[in-house]
């Protein structure tokens, strides 16, 4: 066999391997929760739509009069945006979301809290599901409460996911970086 055919083949098979690799989620994984779309002035979780655009703050009974002094999530497309019924977690075309850096402020009349950070870095919509207890999972990465971690296999069994969710280092995040771990939330 002449040597430029042989490494072409060495070349597809390594890229075949290394394309394989990776973690995948199980085909049977049940995702906890529906995806929806948000309707025109409705409100989930965080996430607000008014017309063409989604905001990212909870302003309690007051979000239809309001909203309108909050900056709208950039670069969200509100047409396929849709919130997953029971986490936080939020997903369009393009994107998955969490509220990953909050700002919140208090004033005479109005007071709220908006999401800074949302953007969950390397995420796929397409595979993104949300297994639990503040775990979701994608084709190539796990995250926990919107935070990339590490590969768990355990995370797929209910029981075992709910545990380890329970004993997860909390941190307190500034720019969507852990800048301080803490044994508990301080309130």
Not at 56 to 65: A, C, H, N, W
Not at 137 to 161: A, C, H, L, Q, T
Not at 180 to 187: C, G, S
Request: aromatic share 14%.
């Amino acid at each position: 066999m002449n040597t430029p055919i042989l490494i072409k083949i060495i070349a597809i098979i390594f890229c075949a391997i290394c394309l394989s690799c990776g973690h995948r989620y199980p085909a049977n994984v049940t995702e906890e929760g529906e995806w929806k779309h948000l309707n025109e002035l409705e409100y989930k979780s965080w996430y607000f739509r008014a017309g063409d655009k989604i905001y990212g703050v909870d302003l309690g009974p007051i979000m239809t009069t309001e909203y309108h002094r909050y900056k709208p999530m950039n670069g969200v497309d509100a047409n396929s945006f849709q919130v997953n019924s029971e986490s936080e977690y939020a997903k369009d075309k393009k994107n998955v979301y969490y509220p990953l850096d909050i700002e919140c402020s208090d004033g005479d009349s109005i007071g709220g809290c908006e999401i800074i950070e949302y953007v969950i870095k390397g995420a796929d919509p397409n595979t993104f599901k949300y297994l639990g207890d503040g775990y979701g999972v994608d084709r190539r990465y796990m995250y926990f409460e919107g935070i990339r971690s590490p590969w768990d296999n355990d995370i797929f069994d209910k029981s075992k996911r709910y545990e380890k969710a329970k004993t997860q280092d909390l941190y307190i995040y500034g720019d969507g970086k852990p800048f301080a771990q803490v044994d508990t939330i301080p309130y």
